[in-house]
């Protein structure tokens, strides 16, 4: 018995100085295994005397029973330490972290953005107006009537073939076209402002325009525009271009030669084509501006008599000049970019360049 006590004691004490499960198995073998000093105990029972043979045998069951149990807590302790340990590898905190790429903002909405920033300072406001248009707004109330010739140079894409027509409460018009079609341009907004502001008024328009036409180096089928409108009791071709040569001046941050080329559109009387000298060339001609020297940067004109009507302004009370911008081409002229394309491809490696 007292034997027994002896090797309880030891077992106990190397199992807790363990360190490891090979540690665990060599206590487990030493006191428990097949030639364990415990095993040899109970094997060699029947060689006891018999009054003794019962209280051995009870002690030494016992005393095997807890040391099995204590190398299973054990056990099990070393393997949440090894668990625990797995974790925190995994949670390295002293190694570097993953870069984190950040993005950034795409030409076109820069330049979207200096506009903005250049007419506010010039005393405009900047308003915005549904890419999806009716056929009204984009086409009838610009004095463009359906079957009018100057449709086609502006095809688009038609969402809806509702013909149903609607009374537009403050036109002289008496109809308004509810088909629905995306914008071919900004030019729309013109009339939507004018129904709900009275003037003096002076707007800039940013926003998305599309059109349904073949797609080269200049011309894409979505592209962005901004649209200016400033009318008061008198208003000029003169203050039409006052303005854009500021603004060109401001946004290019050079003096750049502009040029108004005589034009048409059905909502503007006079109209002009403005052209802006190419500030990548100086004029001599290269690619950016397809070897012209100049580059056609907007459409512009004073409002006709038929806009203001479309509106429910009286055209002798009030004059105005408008014009349309496109942003694409301002962005290609600033960024020296050769293919309006680029802009739209989504391609990183062209857009981190800017
Ligand atoms: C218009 O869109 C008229 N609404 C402009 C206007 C407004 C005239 C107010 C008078 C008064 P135009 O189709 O020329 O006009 O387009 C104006 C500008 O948008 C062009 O000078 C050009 O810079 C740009 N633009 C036109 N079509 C495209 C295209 N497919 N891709 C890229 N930019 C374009």
């Not at 030409?107 to 250049?118: A, L, Q, S």
């Not at 402002?193 to 002076?202: A, D, I, S, T, V």
């Not at 109209?271 to 056609?296: I, M, T």
């Amino acid at each position: 018995m007292e034997n027994l006590e002896n090797i309880k004691n030891r077992a106990e004490k190397e199992l807790v100085s363990a360190q490891n499960s090979e540690e665990i198995k060599k206590v487990f073998r030493k006191y428990l295994g097949k030639d364990g000093e415990i095993t040899r105990i109970l094997r060699s029972l029947k060689d006891i005397q018999e009054q003794k043979r019962k209280a051995v045998g009870k002690s030494a069951n016992q005393i095997k029973q807890e040391l099995e149990q204590k190398i299973e807590i054990k056990k099990k302790a070393i393997s949440a330490v090894i668990e625990k340990g797995k974790s925190k590898k995994q949670m390295d905190i002293s190694r570097p972290g993953h870069k984190i790429s950040i993005g950034h903002i795409h030409p076109i909405t820069k330049v979207k953005k200096e506009v903005e920033d250049i007419f506010e300072r010039l005393g405009f406001s900047v308003v915005e107006g549904p890419e999806v248009e009716t056929e009204w707004y984009n086409f009838d109330a610009l004095n463009i009537p359906a079957n009018h010739p100057a449709r086609d140079m502006w095809d688009t894409f038609w969402l809806r073939q509702n013909e149903s027509k609607v009374q537009n409460p403050k036109s002289k018009i008496n109809t308004k076209s509810q088909r629905l079609l995306l914008r071919t341009h900004t030019s729309p907004v013109q009339v939507r402002y004018m129904e709900k502001h009275n003037p003096p008024l002076r707007i800039i328009v940013p926003g998305r325009t599309f059109r349904y036409e073949a797609t080269d180096a200049s011309h894409e089928i979505n592209f962005y525009q901004a649209e200016g409108l400033m009318v008061d009791k008198e208003i000029s071709a003169a203050n039409l271009k006052a303005i854009m040569e500021k603004f060109f001046e401001m946004f290019f941050k050079q003096n750049v030669g502009i040029r108004l080329r005589p034009s048409f559109f059905p909502f503007t009387e006079p109209s002009f084509e403005v052209d802006v000298q190419c500030v990548v060339c100086k004029g001599k001609g290269c690619s950016v501006c397809s070897k012209r020297g100049w580059l056609e940067m907007a459409g512009a004109g004073m409002v006709h008599p038929q806009v203001f009507k479309s509106a429910g302004l009286n055209p002798r009370e009030w004059q105005g000049f408008a014009f349309g911008m496109g942003l694409d081409r301002l962005a290609m002229m600033k960024y020296k970019i050769d293919d309006i394309r680029l802009l739209y491809k989504g391609d990183l490696r062209f857009l981190e360049q800017f």
